[in-house]
Structures are given as C-alpha cells and as structure tokens.
C-alpha cells in the first residue's frame, strides 16, 4: 500500500482549517444573528450610512438571494447583501454590510492588493480549469505538461495569496466606520470583530490549502525527476 506523506503532512492539515474555519464562521455568524444590535441599525442602512459619509454615491446596494451570498461587485459597482444581512438589525448582518462596503471604498481609493486582484482574476480564472488537467496529462507524457500546469496552478495561490490583504484591509474599514460612525456602541463592537474575524479564517484557510497543494506538486515532481535520473 502506497501512503503519500506529502498529503498527510502538507493538505490534510491545510483541509482541517478548512472545516474549522467553515464550522466557525457558521456558528459565529449565526450566533451574532440573533443578537439585535442596540440601535435597531440594519444591514443595508449601515451599508447607506458609511458610503454617505465616505462621499461615495455610484455604488448601488441590492438584496441577493440565498446565505452568505454578499459581496461586492466592482464590475457593476454593486453591494449585493443576502437577506439576513440586507433586513437584519443584527451585530452580524451590519459586520457583513460593513465588511462589504469596505471593498467598495478599497475600489474607490484603488487600493494597492485590490487592483492586483482585478488585474490577475482573468488570469486565475483560466488557470484554475487548466492547471490540473494539464498535470494529469504531463503525468502520462510530458514533463513539460507538468511544468507548465504548476505553473499555472501558482498564479491560483498568488491570487488566494493577494486576496489576504484584501479581506483583512476590508475588515479594518468596516470596524473603523462602524466605531468612527457610531453605528454601533463600543461593547457590540469586539462581537463584530469575531464576526469578521471568523469570516477572514476561511480566506486563510483557502489560501493554506492551496499553497500546501503547490508544495506537494512541486515536491512530488522534483522527486520524480530525481528518480528518473
């Protein structure tokens, strides 16, 4: 029986904070939504106030379907928030729309990491499809093909890689709007603060598997050069 160490030491891992970051922010996000923050403040009008005070006015805000849908589209210039977050006066449906807003003020400041992001998305995009398949080729006739899909494969963790930032700087802003506003009182906000804290776990956990997983590919084919030499 074969037992590939390199996935035991490196991916396994990188999978369990994987399923401990998901099981955290589920846990945390439906906990604090069922706590009403003291203002009666909803998602969407924190969403309002913030880019109000922010100075910005072409970004639209829209209610999407389904959970743990919201995001911000640059290309539209469009915060979509589910509906728990767009109707909720709760600690987590205005962390969400908060941490959302951030990324709407990161596209107006055209912050450094976010543009990076946008630049290489079309990139990734191709390279997420082609990558694997391509090593699998390689495997069965051309180094060259492996070469080539691990090198693809790495612009897919350059791009989790640059996302860090990304989410981390987006949750900076939101708590500095949601304290700097008063939109929220000082005690409700450490409990958004873990809120976004247990949402960015899952970005880390994203990128940890997937550096783990370029980790493996490059060490199981140098290894197999070493071996055919």
Not at 61 to 90: M, N, Q, W
Request: glycine share 6%.
């Amino acid at each position: 029986m074969y037992i590939d160490i390199t996935y035991i030491i490196l991916v396994l891992p990188a999978i369990l904070l994987t399923l401990y970051a998901q099981a955290k922010v589920k846990s945390t996000f439906n906990k604090y939504l069922r706590v009403s923050n003291s203002r009666g403040v909803t998602g969407v009008e924190a969403a309002r106030a913030i880019l109000q005070n922010q100075g910005i006015h072409d970004v639209n805000i829209e209610r999407a379907d389904g959970h743990y849908t919201d995001h911000y589209d640059p290309r539209t210039k469009t915060i979509r928030l589910s509906s728990p977050v767009y109707d909720g006066a709760t600690i987590t449906s205005v962390g969400v729309a908060a941490h959302e807003v951030g990324h709407a003020i990161q596209h107006n400041t055209s912050y450094s990491f976010l543009v990076i992001r946008h630049s290489i998305f079309p990139v990734v995009n191709i390279s997420s499809r082609l990558a694997m398949p391509l090593i699998l080729l390689g495997l069965l006739f051309s180094n060259s093909l492996v070469a080539i899909g691990i090198l693809l494969f790495s612009a897919v963790v350059l791009f989790q890689l640059v996302t860090l930032p990304v989410e981390f700087n987006a949750s900076k802003r939101a708590l500095a709007a949601l304290e700097g506003q008063g939109i929220l009182s000082d005690s409700e906000i450490r409990p958004v603060r873990k809120v976004l804290s247990a949402a960015a776990l899952t970005y880390v956990a994203a990128a940890a598997v997937a550096v783990a997983n370029l980790l493996r590919l490059l060490i199981l084919f140098t290894g197999g050069n070493r071996r055919r030499r």
